[in-house]
């Protein structure tokens, strides 16, 4: 889990979030075979996803976090570089 501190709000969205996308692994169906749950059903599914994503947005924003944040395996490299402003001179011009 995140080293930022949650509210329970954004804990109860991450939690309703993985349940229903967890109902959709569990229940996926081949092609041409009759899915389990109705049409309805999916289709609220695929609301309540939407409503809590945008629930997300709206928080992060509120906490002045961003949203471009993506979870790193701990032993991936880091692929940004950090420069130095200081290092950086203009060339000076011949006189």
């Known amino acids: ?4 501190i949650s509210s329970k709000e954004e804990q109860v969205l991450r939690m309703v979030k993985r349940v229903l996308t967890d109902v959709a692994k569990d229940t996926y169906t081949k092609p041409g075979l ?3 749950l109705s049409e309805q059903t999916i289709l609220s599914i695929r609301d309540c996803l939407g409503l809590i994503s945008a ?37 000076q011009k011949p006189e």
């Open 55 to 91: 629930r997300e947005q709206e928080l992060a924003l509120e906490a002045g976090r961003a949203m471009s944040d993506r979870p790193r395996f701990v032993d991936e490299p880091n692929n940004t570089v950090v420069v130095s402003i200081d290092s950086l001179s203009k060339p």
């Open 34 to 36: 009759k899915h389990p």
């Open 1 to 4: 889990m995140s080293d930022k």
